[in-house]
């Protein structure tokens, strides 16, 4: 995000989901643990995001077996392949 009325707009979305009430009524529970948060690209201001209480983590996440990190590189991706 480019500037902090992004990261604002942002963390108040996240303000107004309210996971406790969105679980209760789904009847199905959130683990914020389990949330995270990427940026990615050189313009990003990396700015800490909270939600349920809790500050969301940033860090390489993998998706259909392949490990993404925020700076795009494939350094963890080949460390995994080669073991």
Same mark, same amino acid.
């Given at each position: 995000?480019?500037?902090?009325?992004? !990261?604002?707009?942002?963390?108040?979305?996240?303000?107004?989901?309210?996971?406790?009430?969105?679980?209760?009524?789904?009847?199905?529970?959130?683990?914020?643990?389990? !949330?995270?948060?990427?940026?990615?690209?050189?313009?990003?201001? !990396? !700015?800490?995001?909270?939600?349920?209480?809790?500050?969301?983590?940033?860090?390489?996440?993998?998706?259909?077996?392949?490990?993404?990190?925020?700076?795009?590189?494939?350094?963890?991706?080949?460390?995994?392949?080669?073991?």
């Amino acid at each position: 995000m480019r500037d902090n009325i992004d !990261c604002e707009a942002l963390q108040r979305d996240l303000d107004n989901m309210d996971m406790v009430l969105w679980a209760q009524k789904w009847q199905m529970e959130f683990n914020v643990k389990k !949330c995270k948060v990427m940026h990615v690209g050189r313009q990003s201001d !990396c !700015c800490e995001y909270y939600t349920g209480g809790s500050k969301l983590v940033e860090e390489t996440e993998k998706d259909l077996g392949v490990w993404i990190s925020a700076d795009m590189k494939c350094s963890q991706q080949c460390r995994y392949t080669v073991n």
